[in-house]
């Protein structure tokens, strides 16, 4: 029997800016079964990263619940989110400026270790930081150099393993491959899988390339301006997108078969995510918009068993 | 599996390798190799040792201070290295006497206001919002008024007195040091590596002395390194208008305004001081260069 290990409610993130509320983050429930990977796709800018920040209490909620193990950490004194946090970790999306450049490898990685005080031996941290290494792959070798000596890969590695350091059990990775060469990011996907399997660890996996998601993920939420517009299962999502937006998500996926048609690229802007007027967000760009997307905020449907999705096409009884 | 193929020796002389290397010594071997530092060093501590013994080297009331109308103006000769000043007073021995108050004034000065500086704008930058907004909107009121303008209004309320023409430097120094922090703050904290900080549940002060300030430190090394010979100059300027300090006191940037009426004919009389403080204030800016390459790794060699 699994069981749910992160969840979120009605979880919103507004940004107070120049210009008005910011909505980064608009209402977003999901849940992750422990073990398993929840893949978050969506293009730059609908908030992906703030929603991983948020999650991880990296920045403050303007409203909503992010339960662990059913208990919501968003209500935490300071003492108890320390404790907290040696169960939640982050990957970074930019292995160049996830690492301070004053600090060496085996100091890096043993950051963590030293705040939480997981271990408080020096020579027990200085092993855990080597059997770190090990377990990403870098070399021995590398205590004592400085990230910038190494190669994008390598950070990520280190990145990796700053993670892991603390024994965590649930990890939000932000495009973790997304800054690197397409040679060492089936590396650095292969190595997270082995990791997930091998520490039984929970992934929520950030990116905005649907077919990396599609390897590593159980389930994929599709995000749109802060929405969550979409949520299966991944193999439902791949064989039976609903909402347009995945649709066309899908359609833009670049196939080695020349006769298969490309979708029609989206056209059209991107509504400003400063303070959106009510209705579905994907509207003006949406050729299957009609009257009913506008004026209201969209309910959630749930056309089949675990196959949720934002769109009014989906209405009981509409067409 | 990499963690099963992978089988490295652990070994306790690695870390042990790098913790005899890093720390000041390692600093200082990379210190060492810039010439340039080494320079500004050397003539820095001459500097420094002069004044600390001048008194072995001149006598202060004798030499410094009493006037001696027969010797007065007397070009540089063997007797009196730097020649005499109007009232006849050797002029070496001020310079070195004045090194004490003017590199106490150049330094504490600079001390206190990097230091208020770094804690406000280290703040304003880091948080951000309303609280960045009232503490930027103060000191630029305090920036608004010329700095000379605001230490002597200062000066002329608490008092002449060294302690007050340091508090009075201080606050028209601490705005320009702020801001600079905080612009390098502003720089350091989009990295993703404070976030990493964050997630590992560093607070935020050590996150402010760990992570933001020695990654933002660059352009405050430089900035320090000007200041010291600036406020030298301004307290120069205000012992012109005769609110810095009171004569027969020695102090370089005084001494630069008592021989304005002799300067046409007697040079060597602004030369000397003059000279004391750019030496002073290149030393430092060599200096401050070279710790500044020296403490970030991505530089190493
Ligand atoms: N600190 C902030 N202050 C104001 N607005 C912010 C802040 N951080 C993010 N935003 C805004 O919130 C929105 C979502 O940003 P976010 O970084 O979460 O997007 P993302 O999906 O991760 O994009 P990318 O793929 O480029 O990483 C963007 O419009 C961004 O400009
Ligand atoms: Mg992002």
Redesign the interface.
């Known amino acids: 029997m699994t069981q749910l290990l992160v969840e979120t409610r009605g979880l919103r993130k507004y940004f ?1 800016t120049s210009r008005g509320k910011l909505h980064a983050v608009d209402g977003v429930d999901f849940s992750i079964e422990e073990g398993k990977t929840l893949g978050i796709v969506g293009e730059s800018g609908c908030g992906k990263s703030t929603l991983g ?1 948020v999650i ?1 209490r ?1 920045t403050d909620a303007t409203e909503g619940e992010v339960l662990y193990q059913g208990k919501d950490i968003l209500t935490y004194g300071r003492k108890k ?2 404790d907290m ?1 040696k169960k939640m ?2 990957i ?3 292995p160049y ?6 600090m ?1 490898v ?1 100091e890096i990685i043993a ?2 270790i030293r ?2 005080k997981t271990l408080e031996d020096k ?1 027990q941290i ?2 855990r930081v ?2 770190m290494m ?4 870098l ?3 590398l ?2 150099a ?1 990230p ?1 000596e190494l190669d994008g890969g390598r950070r990520q590695r280190i ?1 990796v393993a ?1 993670a892991l350091a603390v024994d965590p059990a649930f990890i939000v990775c932000d495009e973790p491959v997304s800054a690197l060469d397409v040679s060492i990011q089936a590396q650095i996907l292969n ?1 997270l899988m ?1 990791l997930q399997e ?1 520490f039984g660890l929970t992934y929520m996996f950030i990116t905005h390339d649907l077919s990396v998601v599609k390897h590593i993920s159980d389930d994929i939420g599709v995000m749109y301006l802060g929405q969550c517009v979409e949520l299966s299962s991944s193999r439902q999502l791949f064989e039976r997108p609903l909402h347009p937006y995945t649709q066309a998500l899908l359609d833009a996926i670049p196939m080695p078969d020349p006769d298969h048609a490309m979708g029609e690229i989206l056209k059209g802007e991107v509504t400003s995510p400063i303070e959106p007027s009510p209705g579905c967000r994907f509207a003006n760009r949406c050729k299957h918009a009609h009257e009913a997307c506008l004026g209201q905020d969209i309910p959630v449907y749930q056309p089949f068993p675990g196959h949720q999705v934002k769109c009014v096409l989906y209405q009981e009884g509409a067409e | ?3 099963k193929t ?7 002389e ?2 042990e ?2 913790k005899k ?2 720390q000041i010594a390692e600093v200082w071997r990379r210190l060492k190799k810039s010439k340039t530092a080494m320079l500004g060093l050397f003539v820095l501590t001459t500097i420094i040792l002069l004044a600390l013994f001048a008194d072995l080297i001149r006598n202060y009331q004798s030499m410094a201070i009493e006037q001696n109308i027969m010797n007065r103006l007397q070009s540089p000769n063997s007797t009196h290295w730097f020649g005499t000043d109007a009232q006849g007073r050797d002029l070496f021995a001020r310079v070195i006497h004045g090194a004490r108050i003017s590199l106490l004034l150049g330094f504490s000065c600079t001390a206190i206001s990097v230091f208020v500086g770094l804690i406000l704008g280290s703040v304003a930058g880091y948080f951000g ?1 309303k609280i960045d907004g009232v503490i930027m909107r103060i000191l630029d009121s305090i920036m608004s008024i010329p700095a000379i303008l605001l230490s002597l209004a200062i000066v002329a309320v608490l008092g002449q007195s060294i302690p007050n023409l340091i508090i009075a430097m201080t606050v028209a120094y601490v705005p320009g040091f702020a801001r600079i922090v905080r612009a390098s703050v502003l720089t350091v904290i989009g ?3 404070i ?8 607070g935020t002060f050590r996150i402010i002395s760990k ?1 933001v300030l ?2 933002a430190f660059g352009p405050i090394i430089v900035e320090i390194t000007m200041s010291v010979a600036s406020v030298i100059k301004a307290v120069a300027g205000l012992s012109f208008i005769g609110l810095g300090i009171i004569p027969p006191t020695p102090e370089w940037g005084a001494m630069l305004s008592e021989s304005r009426e002799f300067m046409r004919y007697n040079p060597y009389l602004v030369l000397y001081p003059g000279l004391a403080i750019v030496l002073t204030s290149l030393s430092l800016n060599l200096l401050g260069d070279g710790l500044r390459d020296a403490l ?3 530089l ?1 060699d």
């Open positions: 107070n920040r991880l990296l989110m320390l946090r970790q982050m970074f999306q930019d400026a996830s690492l301070n450049p004053r060496t085996s950051e963590p705040i939480m020579q200085n092993r080597y059997q090990n377990v990403v792959g070399s021995g070798r205590v004592n400085y910038h990145g700053r190595m082995d091998e | 599996m990499t963690s992978a089988n490295w020796e652990f070994s306790e690695l870390f390798e790098y290397k890093s919002g990295n993703e590596y976030e990493a900080a964050k997630a590992s549940g560093l992570y020695p990654n970030d790794p991505r190493k």
